[in-house]
């Protein structure tokens, strides 16, 4: 199973980029899809995670400038991200917690860079 992520991109301080990622039309179920940043020498870490039932969720730092959403008939998560600070920038990942026919597991996208300059 590929997730396409896509929206990364240069962006200014203050500014916005909008990130997307599907998963194929033919999985039928996915429970969570998130998004993680993993910024360099840092650890991989949970930025925004929707839930297919439940509370969304988000990093303590995003609260109030980021906004995770899903379109459940495209299998898409998205990530709308204002006011954008230089310490944003990193390598932003999604993930989906899937049900294939041959199982149940998490599955990443590749990642896409989001650069905020100040």
């Known amino acids: 199973v590929q997730l396409q992520a896509s929206g990364g991109g240069l962006v200014q301080a203050g500014g916005s980029l909008r990130l997307s990622c599907a998963a194929p039309g033919s999985i039928s179920r996915i429970y969570a899809m998130s998004w993680y940043r993993q910024a360099l020498g840092n650890q991989r870490e949970l930025v925004a995670s929707s839930p297919s039932r439940g509370t969304i969720t988000y990093l303590d730092s995003m609260k109030g400038r980021f906004t995770i959403s899903r379109d459940n008939a495209k299998n898409t998560v998205y990530l709308q991200m204002n006011s954008l600070k230089p310490e944003d920038t990193g390598v932003y990942y999604c993930?989906?917690?899937?049900?294939?026919?041959?199982?149940?597991?998490?599955?990443w996208g590749r990642g896409t860079l989001v650069t905020v300059s100040s």
């Open positions: 993930n989906a917690d899937i049900q294939a026919p041959w199982g149940r597991r998490d599955y």
